[in-house]
């Protein structure tokens, strides 16, 4: 019974003499246990949820008590404005360049403190250092090293000839270089996971494969890269998920989404709606929105996942 | 371990991979502790210097007695918030871990399915809704705001439920015939036995909670409740244009504390995050 219950993921069960009362008491005993999470739960997150979608649905100022209903008023002006379209393409430009960025260098990081090299574990600390940074740490220090006029980026191009580029200050491309910032700052994450899931490869494959006369770079494309697709596929919708959230980086680095608006990102958006603009009904929509469309983008990632992975 | 070749020649590749990372995550913060001991005329100079030829503390000595720029109390105010939240995670989500782990009540696989499920909702949602409350509890400019509205973490309730269904029942029942209760059960037995899963959900949260930097933004609003990151984004946007070694310095203090945590549980912290990081498998 219990291993079936195990298999099933629900409960193990104690084997010992139960009677009706028993039962009783363990009922008001895991009601008990929950009850501080279900309370919490239902305030933070149930009841703000639902309040959200109400919110969306009147106009509601921060600093005006009447707040009339407006149906979906407040959804039609957001699909009617240009600068939320443009803050979702900014969002989905970095949000591709960044997990590219962070899920290639990650991997590559990865596999090279798993080969047998003195130091394993030294550049394993090292490498994870600026994950553990605040983002604002972090938006100090880039938004000095991308200055357009004295900033040490364009310095070391200038070795290759390069002309200085004013990387905050041209809008094609301050997005490239928020993205560069933010691999340099994420990819440790994705370096960690990636070493757990090279570990987990067995190793008599590598050597069935170099019975039949593989070289390494078989193996890799042939045993490594198939075997890690359910990582691969974990760390980029973890990063999908959490890069399409981006606020810090423009918040900080280009001083809440300059120049004009080139790298107002959908949360920049949300900010700048609500508590800038006090326009919380209008906010509640624009939240309500990233909120759908990140759920449809985890939805069909988790999609993908129980498709392809068939091993 | 036949095709994975020792030896400096074979893995000359990683080696030269490594270095090249290695250099590419230290330049940054190289750069930014040098020129933290510039003076403002060295910084501001093409081509930049990399080294200061006459290292001074003027920075530091500005970014700690500047009037606007509380870097202590930041710093504090960041360590005892995510302390706190971290704290409120632990004891609102491991009793709740439990019950899903080991009871039986009608309702429990629905209800946890349920929760699984509200993990594809962002939290955004909640953001505006939680605001008014914290605006109409006057929880606004205080700590209360930072610690209780994401205390109850459903991927901490998740992660550990994973670690307390591992634990052998046998332990609980050899308490179960020494007379304890469900709660002697879960403070005795199981708890001990997952210092391990509570210190890396304990990790996972108070890095997470200690660089928030949005939350922070819309619900404190004096200088003396402010946390780091906020604090941090004042000092860029006061201050960038004026005096950048000032800037530098502050970014370098504020990462110090950190590094030096990190420094000394290194191990644990690198486990604690893949232990998260895989969803406690």
Redesign the interface.
């Known amino acids: 019974m ?1 291993t079936l219950n ?1 298999r099933l993921g ?7 003499p139960f009677s009706a009362s028993l ?1 009783n ?3 008001i ?6 009850a ?3 309370i ?2 239902s ?3 149930v ?3 639902i ?3 109400s ?1 969306s649905f009147h106009d509601w100022r921060l600093l005006r008590p009447s707040t009339p209903y407006v149906g979906l008023d407040n959804y039609i002006d957001l699909f009617d404005d240009d600068i939320w379209w443009a803050s979702v393409e900014h969002t989905i430009t970095f949000t591709i360049m960044t997990v590219t960025g962070t899920t290639v ?1 990650g991997l ?2 990865a ?3 798993t ?3 003195r130091g394993q574990g030294f ?8 994950q ?6 972090i ?7 991308l200055s357009g ?4 980026i364009n ?1 070391l191009l ?1 070795f290759f000839g390069v002309r200085p580029i004013n990387w905050l200050g041209d809008p094609n491309l301050v997005l490239p270089a928020l993205s560069l910032a933010t691999i ?1 700052w994420t990819f440790g ?1 994705p370096m ?2 990636f ?2 899931g090279l570990q987990g490869i067995p ?1 008599h494959l ?2 069935a ?2 019975i039949d006369g ?1 070289n ?1 770079r078989q ?1 890799f494309w042939y045993i490594t890269l198939p075997l890690l697709r359910p990582t691969i596929l974990f760390v980029t919708v ?1 990063g999908v ?1 959490g890069h399409f ?1 981006v ?2 980086q423009p ?2 680095i280009t ?1 809440g989404g300059g120049p004009g608006r080139a790298s107002w990102t959908v ?1 920049i958006y ?2 700048q709606n ?2 800038v603009g006090f326009r ?1 009904g209008y ?2 929509a624009v ?2 929105t ?2 759908l469309i ?2 449809i983008i ?2 069909f990632q988790f999609f993908v996942i129980s498709r392809r992975v068939e091993y | 371990m036949n095709i994975r070749h020792t030896g400096l020649y074979k893995n000359f590749g990683a080696y030269a991979f490594l270095l090249v990372v290695s250099a590419f995550v230290l330049f940054p913060l190289a750069i930014a502790v040098s020129q933290s001991f510039m003076t403002n005329q060295e910084v501001n100079r093409w081509p930049p210097k990399v080294i200061p030829t006459e290292p001074t503390l003027e920075g530091y000595r500005a970014v700690v007695t500047q009037q606007d720029i509380r870097l202590d109390l930041w710093l504090r105010n960041s360590l005892l918030a995510a302390s706190g939240y971290t704290l409120a995670v632990l004891v609102i989500c491991s009793p709740a871990a439990y019950a899903f782990a080991r009871l039986r009540f009608p309702g429990n696989r629905p209800l946890f399915a349920l929760l699984l499920v509200t993990i594809m909702i962002p939290g955004q949602v909640t953001l505006i809704p939680n605001y008014l409350l914290m605006r109409d509890l006057g929880w606004l400019d205080t700590f209360n705001a930072l610690i209780f509205p994401g205390a109850a973490n459903v991927f901490g309730v998740f992660l550990l439920r994973q670690f307390f269904m591992q634990i052998p029942l046998e332990l609980e029942e050899a308490a179960v015939l020494d007379g304890a209760g469900y709660f002697g059960r879960f403070r005795h037995v199981i708890l001990p036995l997952s210092t391990n899963a509570l210190t890396a959900l304990a990790i996972f949260v108070f890095l997470g909670h200690y660089n928030d930097l949005f939350w922070p933004i819309i619900v404190t609003s004096s200088l003396e409740t402010r946390t780091l990151p906020v604090g941090l984004s004042i000092i860029q946007s006061s201050y960038a244009g004026q005096y950048r070694p000032m800037i530098l310095a502050g970014a370098v203090l504020s990462t110090l504390p950190i590094l030096i945590v990190y420094a000394l549980f290194q191990r644990r912290i690198i486990q604690g995050v893949t232990l998260t990081g895989m969803g406690g498998r």
């Open positions: 219990s195990q629900g409960p193990r069960r104690l084997s010992l039962k008491r363990e009922i005993a895991a009601y008990l246990f929950l501080p999470f279900l919490f739960f305030i933070f997150f009841r703000a949820a309040s959200s979608v919110i260098l590559a990081a596999l090279a403190v080969r047998p090299v550049y394993r600390v090292l490498l994870y250092i600026p553990l940074m605040s983002v604002g740490a938006g100090l220090i880039w938004n000095w090293l006029q004295f900033g040490v310095y200038s340099w994450f960690l996971i070493i757990a190793e590598y050597e494969a170099k593989a390494g193996a973890t998920i959230q606020f810090g918040y900080i001083g949360i949300l900010y609500a508590w919380m906010g509640a939240a309500v990233i909120a990140m759920a985890t939805a």
